[in-house]
């Protein structure tokens, strides 16, 4: 990004579309989603994702793009200017995403712990995958190593975001490439190894019986963390775009790559868990010791690994300085502090959350500190943030944003600013109208209503 005046652009079109898309892709694909998608029916799952990415995850970006080109402002100020009686809802998503950094940072941290764990003490990793992972969270003693990461892991998302994003958008350019051609080798790898072809069957064999209520709030949560939206990061984004962009080919490429990235990564991941007999529930397990069984059978295993975890490690922080931006910068600009005191006050914050965070993971349950109680269904404190961000804050936020282009400020001006004033196409701008002001508010209301009178209870 370089700056012009007082406001800050992306030097190429090229990167604006890779930070966003460097926000978007991250550990909501490769270590969330191929355990939602194993836990939440396999095939049918995927069906369901992909229909609602398609129809109200892009709809959804659309939005929040044509809101902070039009403004040039972050969330908050975005919505200020549109509508002064709804600035808050840029609120919520600054609190959400204050909420997800927390934990977000410390499973960043468990990345750069696979990468020194490659190098220096592969075989141990190999030896039991699980125990491995469990070891790292406390299941032999306090997780000092886990801690440790965690918060270099923080540190460097602050001072990343101390010196601006310049170097981040430098960095995407190389490193987006070269995690997708991984992945996708990583993917041929495990869907040939011996059994996997039962994980492959699992996720084409399309059961529709499996999906219930909590499938689709699951769907539409994971859309929404995955694609960075639902808490003003998007608008924040686009308020760096010029007119000369076109925000419709940007929507549909972001909205390509994350899902293309997703999809990589459960067919990385589910054949393996067939194949190593690894099956974790959906815990966060799946991206680490699952995995092990696909390194442990390729040759180079341990460099290939090391790579995978250094390229985890990137997906994360160009998604976690995404969201501590945006929370840096509402204490900046519309609470007052200086930039400093606003950083070091949300990391302090922040590393306190996330250090319990990885504590309850096992630690506090096998000490009796923290004891999972029957018929409550986030038994410990990590499931109860992501159930706080993934199923309820994010579809809210979401669901107040389309709530606003459709009825507020009105899909004739949101398109307007999509085509830039007639000058892009927008051959399905009559479908997004109809989507922003009735199927989004309705469907993403619904399933919040119906996640929460039956949330909690089937998950
Ligand atoms: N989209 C990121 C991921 O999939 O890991 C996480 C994320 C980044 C969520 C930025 C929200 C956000 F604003």
């Not at 992306?10 to 604006?16: E, M, P």
């Not at 809101?67 to 840029?90: C, D, P």
């Not at 064999?205 to 960075?228: C, E, H, P």
């Not at 994010?394 to 600013?417: K, Q, Y």
Request: with cysteine.
């Amino acid at each position: 990004m370089s700056t012009t005046e007082n406001r800050v652009e992306f030097s190429s079109k090229l990167g604006f579309i890779l930070s966003a898309a460097g926000s978007a892709v991250g550990l909501g694909n490769i270590w969330k989603f191929p355990g939602k998608a194993y836990a939440c029916g396999g095939g049918a799952f995927l069906i369901i994702y992909l229909i609602i990415v398609a129809v109200v995850g892009t709809s959804v970006m659309m939005a929040e793009f044509t809101i902070g080109r039009k403004t040039h402002k972050g969330a908050v100020g975005a919505l200020r200017e549109l509508n002064n009686k709804f600035a808050w809802i840029g609120g919520l998503g600054v609190l959400t995403g204050f909420i997800i950094v927390c934990y977000y940072c410390q499973v960043g941290g468990w990345a750069m712990y696979y990468i020194v764990a490659y190098i220096t003490d592969v075989k141990t990793v190999w030896a039991d995958p699980m125990a491995y992972f469990l070891g790292m969270l406390g299941a032999n003693g306090f997780p000092v190593g886990a801690l440790v990461w965690g918060f270099i892991f923080m540190l460097l998302t602050a001072i990343i975001i101390s010196y601006g994003t310049a170097g981040i958008e430098k960095m995407s350019t190389i490193l987006m490439p070269i995690l997708f051609l991984v992945l996708v080798g990583l993917m041929i790898r495990s869907c040939t190894l011996p059994g996997a072809d039962e994980g492959l069957a699992y996720m084409f064999n399309v059961d529709f019986s499996t999906i219930n209520g909590t499938a689709i709030l699951t769907a539409l949560g994971q859309a929404f963390f995955s694609l960075s939206l639902g808490m003003g990061v998007m608008i924040t984004y686009a308020s760096y775009l010029s007119r000369e962009d076109n925000l419709v080919s940007n929507t549909a490429i972001v909205c390509t790559l994350d899902t293309l990235v997703a999809l990589f990564a459960g067919f990385m991941i589910i054949p393996a868990v067939f194949a190593t007999g690894i099956a974790p529930g959906m815990g966060g397990a799946f991206g680490f010791a699952t995995l092990a069984g696909v390194f442990m059978a390729i040759p180079g295993g341990q460099f290939i690994g090391m790579l995978f975890y250094f390229l985890l490690f990137f997906a994360a922080i160009t998604s976690s300085t995404s969201i501590l931006e945006g929370c840096v910068a509402f204490l900046v600009e519309e609470k007052g502090f200086e930039r400093k005191k606003a950083l070091v006050g949300c990391c302090v914050i922040m590393e306190i959350v996330g250090i319990l965070y990885v504590l309850s993971q096992v630690y506090m349950n096998l000490k009796g500190i923290w004891i999972s109680r029957e018929g409550i269904q986030f038994p410990i404190f990590g499931d109860f943030l992501e159930y706080l961000t993934d199923r309820l804050l994010l579809p809210l936020g979401a669901f107040l944003t389309t709530f606003f282009v459709g009825w507020i400020w009105g899909p004739d001006n949101s398109i307007e600013e999509a085509t830039g004033g007639g000058r892009n196409k927008f051959a399905l701008a009559p479908a997004y109208k109809f989507i922003v002001k009735f199927v989004d508010p309705i469907a993403i209301g619904a399933i919040i209503v119906a996640g929460m009178v039956f949330g909690m209870a089937i998950s």
